[in-house]
């Protein structure tokens, strides 16, 4: 009990969870004793080298693959929204941003246009898909996941074909929609120099859990440096700026006054305050 003689809250039981986790592809260990949870509101970047079992890791908690050890829990009637790594199309065949939306699910025409104006699509519903640049179609994705209300978002390289600064508008949006849902979100990404001040928790995986904890507690793990080594940690070196703007799809940042909510890059080049 607590000073007031009520008992304490019991802590909110985790979306999805793995303790002790492996995966075995023949004789070889992909990966071994992975411990992991999201909760709601929460977000846990994985970070590591090619070939470190993120992506692997990934797809057992979600029941993509079987595992051979540990345990895995997820929330009862978790829904999931899911952003491939990679996304096979035929581009030769013409496809409009809405249709896109309705690949995997019939969805209300009022649910899909909510969704792409979340990422900032609105104007795009008619375009051919083929046209939408990198950022544009990741975004594409994201309306995507969303548009079924997850309790939990993953995301396995949401940035990649991005450029430097669509990187940056990309987080900020994802780090918007947690707010914005109360959803948890599991997040990979291979480009060490980029992680999220928002993030919560970072694990870094190499076959296994090597470390764990803040984006500041991992950079300065022995464990992280002497995987990536000094200058890779050094490189994670977290800055915050003002949110103080907005992104158009265009890639143009409009200044917005009187906004001072706190997003953050930890690419040490992007000095980027709008």
């Not at 548009?147 to 991005?162: F, R």
């Not at 947690?178 to 480009?191: A, Q, T």
Request: a negative charge.
């Amino acid at each position: 009990m607590d000073a007031t003689g009520d008992l304490p809250e019991a802590p909110a039981r985790p979306l999805i969870a793995a303790k002790g986790v492996g995966v075995r592809h023949g004789q070889r260990w992909l990966i071994q004793n992975i411990d992991l949870q999201v909760h709601r509101g929460e977000i846990v970047t994985l970070i590591g080298p090619n070939g470190s079992g993120k992506s692997t890791t990934v797809r057992a908690m979600l029941g993509l693959i079987g595992h051979d050890a540990g345990t895995i829990d997820r929330t009862p009637g978790l829904r999931v929204g899911y952003v491939p790594q990679k996304l096979t199309i035929d581009w030769t065949m013409p496809l409009k941003v809405r249709r896109f939306m309705t690949l995997t699910g019939r969805h209300p025409a009022a649910l899909i246009d909510k969704a792409l104006d979340e990422v900032g699509l609105s104007a795009f519903s008619d375009r051919d898909v083929q046209v939408l640049s990198g950022g544009e179609f990741q975004r594409l994705l994201l309306a995507r996941a969303i548009i079924t209300a997850p309790d939990l978002l993953v995301l396995d390289e949401p940035v990649q074909g991005v450029d430097a600064t669509g990187e940056i508008a990309l987080y900020e949006l994802i780090a918007d929609l947690r707010r914005r849902h109360n959803c948890g979100i599991l997040l990979i990404s291979h480009d060490l120099h980029i992680v999220m001040a928002a993030t919560d928790t970072v694990v870094c995986l190499n076959g296994h859990v090597c470390c764990s904890g803040t984006p500041q507690t991992v950079a300065e793990s022995p464990e992280y440096r002497s995987l990536f080594g000094t200058r890779a940690a050094e490189a994670l070196a977290v800055y915050h700026h003002h949110h103080d703007h907005r992104h158009l799809p265009d890639g143009r940042v409009v200044h917005v006054e009187g906004n001072d909510d706190h997003t953050a890059c930890t690419h040490p080049e992007h000095d980027h305050h709008g």
